[in-house]
């Protein structure tokens, strides 16, 4: 018996050419993302929404911004947020390609490619660029992996670098879904309430020092841990 490896083809074997499954690929990611997107479109429509706090949105409000959640809140930010041209930093791993396509077909800015593990650097550098424009920049401080609920120091390194200031939003619903994923993903049902809530922002000293940036981090998490109550009431 012959065992062929990667290494030893069979001659009669076809022959698939990088380039072309990275076409195919990309152009499979981009169908995908459609429906994906005019789902959870449709889904965020029926919310009855509450925005509390200083929304980055709103006539006249200081920009740039550093906006933090966390990772259970992907979702709902993504209906929230949906044509409003926010940069969201992604990981640089397939799931990061796939949510990628999806938020372009949303409306959101150019994701800012990279993760505290695999090309920190480079989404910095990105982060760095989009708020010298003056935009919002949207960052799942406990992502890509993990631990749910620990903020990574990241957002407070571009916040000292950058001068600007972290906003923690959090989001409550009810009734609303949780998946059973390390970050206890949550989707509001339809018709959901939705309570977002914008904490005090947390300024970041350009000199600030590695104890004044982990309570700054410490801080966040507090803040991002306040989670609003959802009134049971018609708003």
Same mark, same amino acid.
């Given at each position: ?18 380039? &072309? ?10 169908? !995908?993302?459609?429906?994906? *997107? ?17 929304? %980055? ?7 740039? #911004?550093?906006? $933090? ?20 930093? #992604? ?11 999806? @938020?372009?077909?949303?409306? =959101? ?13 480079? *989404? !910095?550098?990105? #982060? !760095? ?31 000292? !670098? ?12 009810? %009734?609303?879904?949780? =998946? $059973? ?8 049902? %339809? ?32 803040? @991002?841990? &306040?989670?609003?109550? #959802? ?5």
């Amino acid at each position: 018996m012959v065992v062929r490896t990667s290494e030893t083809p069979s001659p009669t074997s076809p022959v698939l050419r990088i380039g &072309a499954e990275s076409r195919a690929v990309r152009w499979m990611r981009g169908l !995908l993302a459609r429906p994906a *997107a005019w789902l959870l479109r449709a889904l965020a429509s029926t919310w009855r929404v509450e925005i509390r706090g200083d929304d %980055p949105f709103a006539p006249g409000a200081a920009r740039p #911004v550093l906006a $933090a959640l966390w990772h259970e809140s992907a979702l709902c930010a993504a209906g929230l947020y949906r044509d409003h041209g926010v940069h969201v930093a #992604v990981s640089r791993s397939r799931d990061g390609e796939h949510i990628a396509a999806v @938020l372009a077909k949303l409306g =959101f800015g150019d994701s800012l490619r990279g993760s505290s593990s695999r090309g920190g650097a480079e *989404a !910095l550098r990105g #982060v !760095l660029r989009a708020l010298d424009d003056g935009v919002v920049v949207a960052v799942l401080v406990d992502g890509p992996r993990g631990p749910a609920r620990v903020a990574k120091s990241g957002i407070v390194a571009a916040a000292k !670098l950058a001068g600007v200031p972290i906003l923690p939003v959090r989001i409550a619903a009810r %009734p609303c879904l949780r =998946f $059973a994923s390390w970050d206890r993903m949550k989707l509001p049902l %339809p018709f959901a309430r939705v309570c977002l809530s914008y904490a005090d922002r947390l300024g970041v000293a350009r000199d600030a020092s590695e104890a004044d940036v982990e309570a700054t981090r410490t801080e966040l998490e507090a803040r @991002l841990d &306040a989670v609003p109550h #959802v009134s049971a009431g018609s708003w």
